[in-house]
């Protein structure tokens, strides 16, 4: 009798333990598959969009969420990989430290301010931690360091930790270079990839355009150590380096190349409107009668000139176009100054307004200014007032002659103009021309991640929750600088690169849930 | 023996059911190991909660029972569009069950009565891919319960008795998708409310038209468990005005659905019993999970449920083998009361098989060991609730997002009990 309550005891036990299982099941290994690809070490190489940089830092959940850590969760489902290794920073604050004082801003935050609208501030509820001469021991498989261009990923002492105090290294990858003269390319070669993704050459047209085009295109120099900040790479050294770069990634793996948006289409650059000044805001609209009697000698002016173009009128029915200062343009200030003069402006105010109109006008749809014109369009220019005063203006008048975008054209810096833009344009089709070819002939997959956030920007892509566009704060796929996306953004290029691994590699890698990855931050923890 | 031992086997290879919903169809080890069927089946105390109409027959004039059963039930999910799986790790429900009979004359008998019909135990892995949904619940309800059993003639009896019950609630599940503090914690809410009052009855009738053969009705009022004043308690919410949500109060009500049974049993020899039952449970009440929260910032959750009244058949036999030993085994199909589009990973129940199997060992002439076991068998199926809305981020219209997937359950119950009669 008792050995049968045995076997009923141990069949019963059997049932206990048997878990549910799926006929298909995702857990055994089976359902996807890498195809001709090796996901085994996958490295991804880049810059900061690669990094997981977002919101105008880098930080912890924006580095979880980069499209490399995004692509790695999926590798693992299709076969048996090394993992996949992020050089995280401290915190969530982002920001960086180096010797204890802070040399990259904290990130950006969607708080709402005293008007009760939401907007982007920079996160003050704690300190930044991340200390840049505190070296992390690698290797990393994700090797996007925020801030590089395409040549930088070559440059020896990139990643020097004495050379981040001089401005002649990259503090992000100075963390966790393997030693203080190694290149980007050297670090990710030594981890013998199987796969790659390279998405570089953003920053080489990118911080021309945000900077407002004060750098230079420097066609046809081959020698980037001549290049300042600022300007745009020769298209021709660029597709030379980025070949040799490839040419030595593809020698022993896979890969996709990830080619370069046209920067006019984050919101960085779309979200201000050109016509940004509203009769409805009480500082600027109950001004408008007076300002255009002031401008009235001046279009007079302008067109006895021949350039009617440059003259200044505010609607009061609409939002009227701000007054830029375009470095294209012809500089009439001497000219103008003798019309005024003729025309009975007595010659103080005469010189001072040459100076100030003679390569301004109001802007037009063509122009983008740039997010960080928000906060200072109709702000009196402080810094200007003290040179009018200089000057021998009264405070006053100083002060009237100062509103930004208003009676004093708005800086260079904060405006791509009409022929900057196509500069832009022009070379960003050079680059992706350059990457499309290697593509095809190092046999790689090839995303166009122009097109990717050019329909972002157009039409929007559709997920289970809406559409995702590239509206500022609202749209989902850009984070709060307007230039790096949120991990929902990051998601939408994660699935871009799979379908093309898919399409190039006969693999069957699932895509990421888009619906299920975040967007902007909030927090009341602002300055 | 031999033959002992094969009936086992066939008990065990024989299938079972798990009821549908948050119905934990566990109330005693005897009806329970012959398919939970016993409307019309005089066995022992159990009758308290089968057929209290019954009572009156048990041949001692005191009649106990007790027992609980150790439930292991889990669940897996997968999508397989984006590669996602997850188990539940649901902790082991213990529901049990105590009931009393004393037989003050031939014609009435008395009784007290405490079991748990409902009750529900799921626990996702915390941040799952449907946490916006559920991450875990606890769900208990405790049934107490005065009765009486009159015997009409010899061959009809009537019996009932007023119910009261006691539940408690504890839901835990994330705000929504995405929503997350700065440091990327999940922000989520927990509704917490026990001892929460509710009453009903219940109410059966037995007749014998021949002596082998018994038929049998009972029907269990409906109640409605009205949760008011319970916590809700939010965390991981962001710092800002945006997201107004502190920790409230909240009302809300989840129905026990009344349900109805009608069964016969056949006494073949002094070996075989057989028995049949049919329940019928309303579950049509249940169309719409609404939390309530006081805090007049916060959105009530509104979540469709809309199941409906769904049928169980239960089939068992009983063989008597010596003075000693009793076998007995059974089967019941069970048919989910969730709707296609509504299948909710917080009671992912789809129909289910479900075999059974047990044996009671009289021990004295007084006492007797209950032991049952049930295996519940779930077909995979692919599944979605399509009722979670999110905000259009264009519009800012709620939009429906659906959840779904692949998913199969399992679950087996081995249970113990006493029989004593006096």
Redesign the interface.
């Known amino acids: 009798m008792k050995n049968y309550f045995k076997y009923i005891a141990i069949l019963a036990l059997g049932v206990v333990s048997c878990e549910p299982e799926l006929e298909n099941a995702i857990e055994d290994g089976e359902v996807y598959s890498n195809g001709e690809a090796d996901f085994s070490n996958y490295v991804a190489l880049g810059n900061s969009l690669t990094a997981g940089y977002a919101d105008g830092a880098l930080y912890i959940t924006g580095q979880e969420n980069s499209y490399p850590n995004i692509l790695a969760g999926k590798f693992a489902l299709t076969q048996d990989t090394d993992g996949f290794t992020q050089p995280l920073v401290n915190d969530n604050a982002g920001g960086l430290i180096l010797n204890g004082s802070q040399i990259t801003e904290n990130r950006f935050v969607l708080s709402v301010n005293a008007d009760g609208d939401p907007s982007p501030a920079r996160y003050t509820g704690a300190d930044p931690t991340t200390e840049v001469s505190t070296k992390l021991a690698g290797p990393f498989n994700n090797m996007g360091v925020p801030g590089a261009k395409s040549y930088h990923l070559v440059a020896p002492n990139y990643g020097s930790v004495s050379g981040v105090a001089t401005g002649m290294a990259n503090p992000y990858f100075a963390r966790f270079s393997s030693s203080e003269s190694a290149t980007v390319l050297e670090d990710a070669l030594a981890q013998q990839p199987t796969f790659f993704t390279l998405w570089i050459g953003n920053n080489d047209v990118l911080s021309y355009a945000t900077s407002g085009g004060v750098g230079e295109y420097r066609l046809n120099e081959t020698d980037p150590t001549l290049y300042g900040e600022n300007d745009i790479t020769d298209p021709n050294f660029f597709a030379m380096l980025y070949g040799q770069m490839v040419g030595a990634l593809a020698q022993n793996a896979g890969g996709v190349l990830l080619n370069i948006p046209n920067v006019t289409s984050a919101p960085y650059f779309t979200a201000v409107p050109f016509a940004a000044l509203s009769p409805a805001d009480e500082n600027f609209g109950p001004q408008i009668p007076t300002l255009n009697a002031t401008f009235a000698p001046l279009n007079q002016a302008f067109a006895f000139l021949g350039v009617p173009e440059r003259s200044v009128n505010f609607a009061t029915d609409a939002a009227s176009p701000v007054l830029i200062k375009d470095e294209s343009l012809a500089d009439i200030s001497d000219q103008l100054t003798e019309v005024l003069i003729g025309g009975g402006v007595d010659p103080a105010t005469a010189t001072l307004y040459g100076m100030q109109y003679g390569q301004s006008r109001q802007a037009t749809a063509e122009d983008l200014l740039v997010l960080t014109s928000a906060g200072v369009i109709g702000t009196v220019n402080t810094q200007r007032v003290q040179e009018l005063m200089a000057l021998g203006l009264d405070q006053q008048t100083a002060g009237q002659l100062s509103v930004n975008g208003v009676t004093f054209p708005m800086e260079d810096q904060y405006v791509l103009t009409e022929s900057e833009v196509s500069i832009v344009q022009s070379a960003t089709t050079a680059f992706n021309i350059a990457i499309s070819q290697i593509a095809q002939d190092n046999g790689l997959g090839l995303v166009d991640a122009n097109a990717v956030l050019n329909k972002l920007d157009s039409e929007g892509i559709a997920f289970d929750g809406g559409t995702i566009t590239s509206a500022f704060v609202s749209g989902g796929a850009f984070s709060l600088d307007g230039i790096h996306l949120t991990p929902r953004g990051n998601a939408v290029i994660a699935n871009e690169i799979i379908s093309e691994i898919n399409a190039t590699y006969g693999s069957n890698v699932p895509k990421a849930n888009v619906g299920a990855y975040g967007t902007v931050t909030l927090s009341q923890d602002v300055q | 023996?031999k033959r002992?031992?094969l009936l086992?086997l066939v008990m065990?290879v024989t299938a079972i059911t798990y009821a549908g919903g948050y119905r934990v169809s566990l109330q005693g080890q005897r009806g329970l190991a012959m398919g939970h069927t016993g409307v019309a089946v005089v066995n022992n105390a159990e009758l308290a909660f089968f057929n209290p109409a019954g009572l009156v027959f048990l041949e001692n004039k005191i009649n106990a029972a007790v027992g609980v059963s150790a439930v292991?039930s889990?669940?897996?999910w997968?999508?397989?569009?984006?590669?996602?799986?997850a188990?539940t790790d649901s902790p082991v429900g213990t529901p049990f069950y105590a009931y009393f009979s004393y037989k003050l004359n031939e014609k009435l008998s008395v009784g007290l009565a405490a079991y748990t019909p409902y009750g529900s135990s799921v626990a996702w892995e915390k941040d799952w891919?449907g946490s916006h949904l559920v991450n875990d619940i606890e769900l208990a309800a405790i049934y107490v319960q005065a009765l009486a059993s009159y015997k009409i003639t010899d061959n009809l009896s009537v019996g009932g008795g007023p119910i009261y019950v006691s539940g408690s609630v504890n839901f835990n599940r994330n705000l929504n998708?995405?929503?997350?503090d700065?440091?990327?914690n999940r922000a989520n809410v927990t509704i917490d409310a026990s001892g929460v009052s509710a009453f009903g009855w219940s109410a059966g009738a037995m007749w014998s038209p021949v002596d082998s053969l018994r038929i049998g009705v009972n029907y269990r009022s409906e109640i409605l468990v009205e949760a008011e004043g319970g916590d809700a308690d939010f965390e991981n919410i962001?710092?800002?005005?945006?997201?107004p949500f502190s920790d409230t109060q909240f009302d809300a009500t989840l129905p026990l659905p009344a349900e109805l049974t009608i069964g016969a049993s056949y006494q073949l020899n002094d070996q075989w019993l057989f028995a049949f039952d049919y329940n019928r449970t309303f579950w049509g009440v249940y169309e719409s999970l609404d939390v309530d929260f006081a805090d007049p910032g916060i959105p009530d959750s509104n979540n469709p449920r809309e199941y409906e009244d769904s049928s169980i058949y239960r089939f068992g036999l009983q063989y008597t083998a010596n003075q000693t030993f009793t076998l007995r085994a059974g089967y019941y199909f069970d048919e989910s009361p969730v709707q296609s589009g509504y299948f909710a990973p917080e009671t992912p129940r789809n129909d289910s098989n479900n075999f059974t199997g047990g044996l009671s060992v009289n021990v004295t002439d007084n006492v007797a060991i209950d032991a049952s076991?049930l295996?519940s068998r779930?077909e995979?199926i692919d599944e979605s609730y399509d009722y979670y809305t999110?905000p259009?981020?264009?519009?800012g219209q709620p939009?429906r997002?659906?959840f779904g997937g692949?998913y199969?359950?399992?679950a087996?119950i081995?249970g113990l009990g006493v029989t004593i009669k006096i």
């Open positions: 023996m002992l031992f086992g065990m292991f889990d669940v897996v997968q999508n397989q569009e984006f590669g996602q799986t188990r891919a998708r995405t929503l997350t700065l440091d990327g962001p710092n800002s005005p945006l997201t076991f295996y779930f995979e999110e259009d981020p264009s519009t939009r997002v659906p692949t199969k359950s399992s087996f081995p």
